[in-house]
């Protein structure tokens, strides 16, 4: 693939189908249904491995860089925006992981942790909205097509070398699994 746009597009759109599942999840247990602890745990690592090692490591260590040396004023403030982003999803996530655990047994750790996986699943959409409302055409029009192709090989690069061979599908296929059983 010649273009990291396409490829952070296609990222979104599994993402986004993830997050129909997390808030399916949440949506279970408010209205009462079994606790999905396992489930809640494979979204969470999906989100860990998938959402943040591989495409949140591709934007920081690539894109952002890239985008804010060609667009020093309005790239950069998207990279600086979206990072930032990213740094209060990871605190989320390991603040929903430590949840997962205790809401087995604790009730009003339960009710907490389905409503961060709400609010993680309304955040990370906005943030997905903003990068394909902003961010995608400013990497569009601010970095060259050979520029954003080295980003492109970039990206395999760290999905080869740093993700390993067959890791993105497998998390494409744990999505699918879970979001056939909590989507609507």
Do not use: W
């Not at 495409?55 to 309005?74: C, I, N």
């Not at 992981?97 to 961060?116: C, F, I, M, P, S």
């Amino acid at each position: 693939m010649d273009d990291p746009n396409e490829v952070l597009r296609e990222e979104h759109e599994a993402i986004e189908l993830l997050l129909s599942a997390v808030e399916g999840m949440a949506g279970h247990v408010h209205r009462g249904g079994a606790y999905p602890r396992k489930d809640v745990e494979s979204a969470l690592t999906i989100v860990t491995e998938f959402a943040d090692k591989c495409h949140h490591a591709k934007e920081e260590r690539t894109l952002f860089p890239a985008l804010s040396k060609a667009s020093p004023q309005v790239g950069a403030e998207l990279a600086r925006r979206l990072t930032s982003d990213h740094i209060t999803f990871r605190k989320l996530v390991g603040t929903m992981k430590e949840q997962t655990a205790k809401g087995e047994t604790d009730e009003k750790v339960r009710a907490l942790l389905v409503k961060n996986l709400d609010t993680f699943a309304r955040l990370l959409r906005e943030h997905i909205r903003i990068e394909n409302a902003q961010l995608l055409p400013e990497v569009e029009r601010s970095i060259p097509e050979a520029e954003r192709a080295r980003l492109a090989a970039e990206f395999e690069r760290i999905e080869a070398e740093e993700i390993g061979a067959g890791v993105h599908e497998k998390y494409h296929h744990m999505i699918h699994k879970l979001a056939d059983a909590y989507a609507g």
